[in-house]
Each structure stands twice: as structure tokens, then as C-alpha cells.
């Protein structure tokens, strides 16, 4: 029988603790003949269980997301793929983009702008109502910080009105102090990401991943590589207060 990615893990972190199969029932009190059906991807433990051995293997959570994998199709938790349920549980957003002001901190003009291009068969009215929830939306959550890395010329390069709004827009928002923006300078080419990244961090610690793509948002099981991505992007911005500097000077 092929190993599930549950068993895996459990052969994986059983061996490196050093235990044997015995010692591991003896040290969890489950039957010696359950851990070896486990093992050898004959069945899957319970959630409690699986939990339980994590912990007991030290796993940092790690054969727990495996058991999930095992479990669900997805190691991601159910409330993970939400993405109103990651809005509203998050406190902090560090979100990056190749070449656009991201959706989040976009002014009224700039948002119809990006969605009659984006969308050329949206009514006014369409366009009208998403506008309006995508300016809307930073205000709503209004417990929620937000760290943005993006290009200078996403604003620099508009045409002199919505250069100006926008300018002043995201000006308004750093005033607050929840907003911080880093200007990607010109000249220098983002090598990452190259599709829109977010990186949403929860109250609970907890950090969830998604990205835009052309079928929309697609939430990352590994975010470890999305954090990867956003700092090669921080790492060539330019500070936040000479980036507010710019903004105003747009504006």
C-alpha cells in the first residue's frame, strides 16, 4: 500500500526522535497495532490523535499539516480558504505587486481604471459597485495594518489627474499611521513577485499566503516562499518615509 503524506511524516519524525513504534504507543498510550496501520498508510488517526503526535514528535506542527493533507485533499485549515475569513481575523497585511497599486490602497479613479481594463464587458453600473467595494474595503477593516511594496511608476506614470488623486489618496493613508508604503524606484526591475502577493497575519499568529492570478486569488499552502518573495521586493524599495516624501511630492 503506498504511503499517504500522513504516514510519511510520521515514519519521517518517528525516526529522527529515535523511538520505536512500541515506544511511541507506550509514551501515547495508543495500541502499538494503530501507530503501525499509521505508519503504513493502512488508516489515519483521528484529528486529536494526529494533533497528539505532533506534539509528542516535536513536529512543530508539521505532521499535523500532513495529516490534513492526508485528511482533506489541502493542507490548509477550512476557515484558510476564506478569504473574508483571513480579512477579518487579520491584523497586519505586508502585500506586494509588480506593477500596480494594490487593490487595497487604490483611489475610485485608479480602481475604475484598472477594472475598464482589466474588464472591458463591465456595465458602469458593474463597475460602479466594485469600485466601491474595493475602496471601501481598508475601511471596513479597520483593525488591519498594511505594509505595501509597489513601483513608483504605478503612480509616477498616470495621467496628471489620477496621478494626483491617487498620489493624494495614498498620502491620506499613510497620514493614519496604519498604512506604510515602499516605493519601488525607477530604474531598478522587481524580480519578485510576479503576480500580486499577499501576506496576511492573523491574531492568532498564524500567517496565510495568496496570491492574484487571472482566475483570481489562489491562497498558498507554503507561505514560507511567499515571505521569501515579499522581502526580495521590501529589499528593493525605498524606505517608507522617503517613499511618503515621493508620494507627496505627486500629489
Known sequence: MPLTPF??????????????????????????????????????????????LDKILDAGGELFRAWRITATGSGLPEWARDMFAVETSAVQLSLATPSLVPGYLQSPGYASWVFRAGRPALTDEEVQRLVKHRTERLHQLDKLRVTAVFPLS???????PLRHE????LSAWIQTGRVAVHLVPRGILLPAPVAPLMLFT???????A????????????????????????????????????ELEALA
Open 166 to 169: 491617487q498620489a493624494q489618496h
Open 7 to 52: 504516514s510519511e511524516a510520521l515514519n519521517r519524525f518517528l525516526a529522527a526522535s529515535g523511538m520505536t513504534q512500541l515506544q511511541l504507543s507506550q509514551k501515547t498510550g495508543y495500541a502499538a497495532s494503530s501507530i503501525n496501520r499509521w505508519i503504513s498508510g493502512q488508516t489515519n488517526p483521528s484529528r486529536d490523535r494526529a494533533e497528539h
Open 202 to 208: 492573523l491574531g492568532t499568529g498564524d500567517t496565510v
Open 154 to 160: 504605478a503612480v509616477a506614470d498616470l495621467p496628471e
Open 210 to 245: 495568496v496570491s492574484d492570478h487571472v482566475q483570481g486569488s489562489v491562497t498558498l499552502e507554503d507561505h514560507s516562499r511567499a515571505a521569501a518573495l515579499f522581502n526580495v521586493a521590501l529589499a528593493e524599495s525605498l524606505p517608507s518615509s522617503v517613499s511618503a516624501t
